[in-house]
């Protein structure tokens, strides 16, 4: 138990070092100095499930996780061989295939609402295989988790301009995922709520 422990913590670490240097190229490409992001906090939450899909006999009788974005500002997600993930492409359901030691990286709605939708969070789910069991290891990035935190976030000031008008409203990242938890996993409804 106390190698897995020990396995566990280094891989949070390490994915926490990647996200900080996510964070950095996300801040250089919204035209924003490079600790931007880090310094308003999109990275001080984290968390990191393990999920684990069985076989399913009937997979076309089932779905693995159902339509819906991920409510933080960044998710890292590492997935086995066996796939499943697939994101909303053009209103077409596109397989994620797999690439060994590869991470997807997904946009969450608060990284949407503060770029003012520079970037914009990915409808994914997890469709159910009967190939062998599929498991993935997600991180994601989100100050809700951190349970003092109290700050604003609304779209970013500098990203604001007469043409690029602010598109939603300021909120506490506890009350965005309240709203988000409250509405259960439902495409992207919980982040127009909070459009002007």
């Known amino acids: 138990m106390l190698n897995c422990r020990h396995t566990l913590f280094e891989y949070a670490q390490q994915v926490k070092n ?5 964070f950095e190229l996300l801040s250089e490409a919204l035209g924003l100095k490079q600790i931007y992001l880090t310094d308003i906090e999109c990275n001080q939450g ?27 500002f960044l998710t890292v997600l590492l997935q086995d061989e066996i796939g499943g993930l697939q994101i909303l492409h053009e209103n077409q359901w596109v397989d994620v295939t797999p690439t060994p030691g590869a991470f997807i990286v997904n946009i969450g709605d608060l990284l ?27 991180c994601f990035f989100s100050t809700h988790f951190h349970p003092a935190s109290t700050r604003m976030y ?7 301009s007469d043409e ?18 409250s509405i259960g996993l439902d495409a992207k409804t919980a982040i127009s709520s909070f459009r002007i």
């Not at 609304?154 to 604001?160: A, F, M, N, Q």
């Open 46 to 72: 984290q968390i990191i499930p393990c999920h684990y899909y069985p076989p399913c006999p009937q997979p076309e009788l089932a779905i693995g996780t159902s339509r819906h974005s991920d409510s933080g």
């Open 154 to 160: 609304g779209p970013i000031k500098e990203l604001l």
């Open 18 to 22: 990647l996200g900080n240097t996510l």
């Open 164 to 181: 690029n008008p602010p598109l939603y409203r300021e909120t506490l990242v506890r009350d965005y995922i309240k709203h988000y938890y």
């Open 112 to 138: 949407q609402l503060i770029s003012n939708d520079g970037f914009r969070s990915v409808e994914h789910r997890v469709v159910a295989k009967n190939v062998a069991p599929r498991v993935s290891i997600a």
